[in-house]
């Protein structure tokens, strides 16, 4: 086939987009035609990285340029400049081109090249815009997963006992055992105890971080310290012990899910705390009034020359504790657990005692003789499962403290509900509403908080002066706030001075957080030991239950102990001793 180098040149239209093979030259649509206008410059590079440097049409046409690429790749788009070079035509009629199948091969390689040029050259300015922001809403969704939450449980473990029982040195052990405390700083502490010739209090300094606490030995505010176990997360609160701290003690409980109930074997130890007057017995009772879910009974110094891990030592302690704690409300059996330790030298704690220094130990397990089969405190503490966490209810958070940083930030439990940033929430009793700013949990910023946790929640717009400790944070509907109430009280003690609880009688009122003064307003009816009601009495005494009105000097935020038991029970408090403890029976009705 040949073709007269005279003929007329064909020119496609200016509006020309692409060219059909085998079916001729079809109208295209005009709209692209500017498009590759302004695209020249980008189009060869990506377009000569896909040409095949071998194809001898490629060669031919890369010699008639003198090598000059550019110029090579117009050549080859322009269909009448390469009917014009007899080496091309060659080329071409040498590789099948009967019947204009020529055509069509050089129309396939330009469409192909300009459809590669055409991919290539937009592909940055489609890329670039819609997918900046995605990495973006990646790694929010990322940090949001990772901080919302350890989904092991928080429990808050509160450690009560009577003065010098051990708790502080218990405390400390278990944070050295799960090495929350490195080697060093425990040297640091043995060598300060030795040096007030307290060698065994060393421990102890882990929790007491007080100068003071540290002179005396005793434990003043309330130690707070975490750790973790592989399916639970634990705060400890170190209590003191001493009678002239309880209502510290109080605050500390409060926020207690369990409580460790601190016993001494030492002979003599035990009968000072559990006596009349001695601490184990109004801390114990302030635990179930507080609203411990278990109580955890460790006797502990069982490793002591006046004991050396004797099994009727332990048993004497139990035997007398059952009675009082059963008389306190709890259900021995599935509210009470047994165990005992060494909190000196770790036995029992987190690994087991060894069966030569306490070989009855094991087959007490086996009968479950102190209602647990778990062998060491920390087995037991993880063996316990919490109840009655609602994290669909309404908010409530008992503010514990509050400080200023860069804000207002109050500081609680969540006792009930989920708190979130961006929430609106009500403060009790002002009524007050603010909006939350941010929600910690144990120092870590969070995106939100269940029931359990210790948190800081920063209160937008919110002063110093207008969140105090005793207040509650709501969301709706909130709590109640009264100066008045009905409540069930059984009397455990009473001043010295005072042995009859009558209408007139005043003293303080401690409830969740906060504490008010209070007085006893009217007397509706009291029960007797034997069960005897009087619904016309006019006093009270000591192992009495009493249906009374209660009149408060200011509002505090309360609720019936049926809608909300955290917030419904209360202790009584005069003069150093707890009085009586009691649950919020019925509210005032609300004002319209």
Same mark, same amino acid.
């Given at each position: ?10 020119? !496609? ?22 498009? !590759? ?67 069509? @091969?050089?129309? *396939? ?26 990495? %973006?809403?990646?790694? =929010?969704?990322?940090?949001?997963? =990772? ?16 003065? &010098? ?7 400390? @052990? ?135 891990? *004797? ?38 704690? %987190? ?19 102190? +209602? ?21 209810? !309404? ?46 949990? +144990? ?10 946790? @210790? ?21 709706? !509907? ?7 109430? $009905? ?5 455990? *003690? ?5 042995? $009859? ?26 029960? &007797? ?64």
């Amino acid at each position: 086939m040949s073709f007269n180098p005279n003929a007329t040149e064909w020119k !496609p239209s200016a509006s020309a987009a692409s060219w059909t093979p085998g079916g001729g030259f079809s109208t295209p649509a005009p709209a692209p035609a500017p498009a !590759p206008a302004p695209a020249p410059a980008p189009a060869p590079e990506p377009a000569s990285s896909e040409i095949d440097e071998s194809d001898p049409l490629w060669q031919a046409v890369l010699k008639i340029c003198e090598g000059n690429r550019d110029k090579a790749m117009k050549m080859l788009s322009d269909p009448d400049s390469l009917s014009e070079n007899p080496e091309v035509m060659a080329i071409i009629n040498s590789s099948g081109g009967d019947d204009g199948t020529w055509e069509q @091969n050089l129309a *396939d390689e330009v469409k192909e090249k300009a459809t590669v040029s055409e991919e290539k050259a937009p592909a940055p300015v489609a890329a670039a815009a819609p997918k900046a922001p995605e990495p %973006k809403k990646e790694v =929010v969704e990322t940090v949001e997963d =990772v901080v919302e939450g350890d989904p092991r449980e928080h429990i808050n473990l509160v450690f009560i006992g009577h003065v &010098d029982a051990g708790k502080s040195t218990l405390s400390g @052990n278990i944070l050295y055992l799960t090495d929350n405390v490195d080697k060093r700083t425990i040297e640091k502490y043995e060598r300060e105890a030795k040096e007030r010739n307290r060698e065994s209090w060393f421990l102890a300094f882990i929790m007491d971080t007080n100068e003071e606490e540290r002179a005396k030995g005793k434990t003043v505010e309330v130690g707070r310290a975490h750790f973790e176990s592989e399916v639970k997360r634990y705060t400890i609160l170190d209590a003191p012990g001493h009678k002239n701290y309880v209502p510290n003690m109080i605050m500390g409980a409060c926020q207690a899910d369990i409580g460790v109930l601190v016993i001494s074997a030492r002979k003599g130890e035990f009968e000072t705390g559990f006596d009349r007057g001695g601490q184990t017995r109004e801390h114990a009772m302030l635990a179930k009034t507080l609203g411990v879910s278990y109580l955890v009974v460790v006797i502990n110094k069982m490793d002591d020359p006046t004991v050396q891990w *004797d099994k009727k030592r332990f048993d004497e302690c139990v035997t007398k504790l059952r009675p009082f704690l059963k008389g306190c409300g709890f259900t021995i059996k599935r509210e009470v657990k047994f165990i005992p330790i060494s909190g000196l030298s770790g036995a029992n704690v %987190k690994d087991e005692v060894d069966p030569k220094l306490c070989p009855w130990w094991r087959k007490c397990l086996a009968k479950k003789e102190n +209602n647990t089969d778990e062998p060491t405190l920390l087995s037991l503490l993880d063996s316990l499962n919490m109840k009655d966490r609602n994290a669909d209810a !309404p908010l409530r958070i008992p503010v514990l403290d509050r400080y200023t940083d860069r804000g207002t930030i109050a500081m609680g439990k969540v006792e009930s509900g989920t708190v979130r940033p961006g929430m609106k929430i009500t403060l009790m009793p002002t009524r007050n509403q603010y909006k939350v700013d941010a929600v910690w949990a +144990n120092e870590k910023p969070v995106v939100s908080a269940r029931p359990g946790e @210790n948190v800081l929640v920063k209160l937008n717009g919110c002063g110093t002066e207008d969140v105090l400790r005793g207040f509650v944070i709501c969301s709706q !509907p909130a709590c109640r706030a009264v100066d008045k109430l $009905i409540v069930h009280l059984a009397l455990m *003690d009473m001043p010295d001075n005072t042995r $009859i609880f009558t209408a007139g009688f005043a003293c303080m009122f401690h409830a969740h957080t906060c504490e008010e003064e209070c007085t006893v307003t009217k007397i509706f009816e009291t029960t &007797d030991r034997k069960g005897n009601v009087n619904k016309s009495a006019q006093f009270a005494t000591v192992g009495m239950r009493v249906v009374c009105m209660l009149s408060l000097n200011r509002t505090v935020p309360v609720e019936t102990f049926s809608d909300f038991a955290f917030l419904g029970r209360f202790t009584l408090r005069t003069e150093g001793k707890t009085i009586g403890i009691g649950k919020v029976h019925k509210l005032p009705p609300k004002k319209e």
